[in-house]
């Protein structure tokens, strides 16, 4: 079955670091970009940023560029996203999703099940 | 940059037809989108590409009640014979090389 499966929820504090994972399975994984997404709790999807796991190409949204940091480890079919230093306005679910063809300029064609981010004191 | 711009709301009759509409903003109308459908509580699911000339492919499992087409800047989703399932939030996405991925803001759609 071709899925991306994503790490679970996270409680985190403010100031504190977090990585999270999408592990891919049932197909190639270093031929199809994967993309980051975020929905803020009742609100719309935004783009974060894609990487190519084949090679780590990555591109960044300008609205999350420093803020996060993403990166894949093709060994074992897997992107991450992550933060150094979590703002409460970070908190929201977090979708990873694979683009359709081998190439960015297509849409996103399979989505992972989504992470939970819960920053707070 | 291209800006999808899509109604908040729209509703129809159980059993009836809906015709959702995302439109591409000037000097884009010939883009291509995808239309994704978020049921309440559940992860975005991929349901179509639409091209600019009106041809559209779906994802796998998407029922042949959903179909696409396009008119100018206006790429469109139509679903027919409504269900209570169909009640969910759709959202197009579309690509460049500069700006790489955008979002439409989303149409809730209520199944009356």
């Known amino acids: 079955e071709v899925q991306l499966v994503q790490s679970g929820a996270e409680v985190k504090k403010p100031g504190e670091s977090l990585k999270i994972s999408c592990k891919g399975s049932?197909?190639?994984?270093?031929?199809?970009?994967i993309g980051w997404v975020r929905q803020m709790p009742g609100k719309g999807l935004e783009w974060m940023g894609i990487i190519y796991p084949g090679d780590s190409d990555t591109r960044y949204s300008p609205s999350f560029q420093g803020q996060v940091t993403i990166s894949a480890d093709k060994s074992i079919s897997t992107a991450y996203l992550q933060w150094s230093s979590l703002k409460a306005s970070d908190t929201g679910m977090y979708y990873c999703?694979?683009?359709?063809?081998?190439?960015?300029?297509?849409?996103?064609?399979?989505w992972g099940q989504g992470t939970m981010v819960n920053v707070s004191s | 940059q291209p800006v999808l711009t899509q109604s908040s709301s729209a509703s129809a009759s159980l059993g009836s037809s809906v015709k959702l509409t995302c439109t591409l903003s000037?000097?884009?109308?010939?883009?291509?989108i995808a239309w994704h459908q978020q049921q309440p509580g559940k992860a975005p699911r991929y349901l179509m590409r639409?091209?600019?000339?009106?041809?559209?492919n779906k994802g796998s499992g998407v029922p042949d009640r959903f179909s696409g087409s396009s008119s100018g800047a206006d790429r469109y989703l139509t679903i027919s014979n409504l269900q209570f399932e169909d009640e969910a939030d759709y959202y197009c996405e579309t690509w460049d090389t500069n700006t790489q991925e955008v979002f439409g803001g989303g149409t809730k759609l209520t199944v009356l």
């Open positions: 999703a694979r683009k359709a063809s081998g190439t960015y300029l297509d849409g996103f064609d399979l």
């Open positions: 000037s000097g884009h109308s010939s883009y291509s």
């Open positions: 639409v091209e600019g000339g009106g041809s559209y």
């Open positions: 049932g197909y190639r994984f270093t031929s199809y970009w």
